[in-house]
């Protein structure tokens, strides 16, 4: 089930530099409407799924498109994220209401570095195999 942004609820993350969902998604999809100042998942059929957008949005405005054959009979899937936990609330179409609650990550936005204490990447092995903080000796190796 993909996400989509409620427009209401969307605030453009206040036209800071940085709009959390467009940062957030691995798969480039949320942007920012030039004109409304919203956020829209342009392109929902390409959506992971991963709702990395729904967690991190601070209003609460990313939901889920839940699929055509629950919609049309009522039924919803409504996220709500905590600081330590998301609640979704799942409405069946027979009207029964279930919530579910997970414990989520709570590093800090950006907090994280992946490259702290590797080595700086060197560009004149770029057509070499393996990774840049690998040491060679260690690489698998195809045989002949
Ligand atoms: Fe809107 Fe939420 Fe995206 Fe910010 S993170 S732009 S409030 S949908
Ligand atoms: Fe991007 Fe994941 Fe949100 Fe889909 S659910 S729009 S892939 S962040």
Redesign the pocket.
């Given at each position: 089930m993909p996400s989509f942004?409620?427009q209401e609820?969307?605030?453009?993350?206040?036209e800071q530099d940085r709009?959390?969902?467009?940062y957030?998604c691995p798969n480039n999809l949320?942007a920012?409407d030039k004109d409304s100042k919203?956020?829209v998942n342009q392109e929902v059929d390409q959506c992971w799924e991963c709702y990395s957008?729904v967690k991190?949005?601070?209003?609460?405005?990313?939901e889920v498109r839940a699929y055509a054959d629950i919609v049309p009979m009522d039924g919803s899937v409504v996220p709500l994220r905590g600081s330590d936990s998301i609640v979704w609330t799942i409405k069946f179409r027979n009207g029964n209401v279930k919530k579910f609650k997970f414990p989520i990550r709570t590093t800090v936005e950006g907090s994280i570095n992946p490259y702290a204490g590797k080595p700086e990447a060197d560009i004149s092995k770029l057509d070499s195999p393996g990774f840049f903080n690998m040491d060679s000796a260690y690489m698998p190796r195809i045989s002949d």
């Open positions: 942004v409620i609820k969307c605030d453009g993350c206040k709009v959390s969902c467009v957030i949320m920012l919203k956020a957008c991190i949005c601070p209003q609460h405005a990313v």
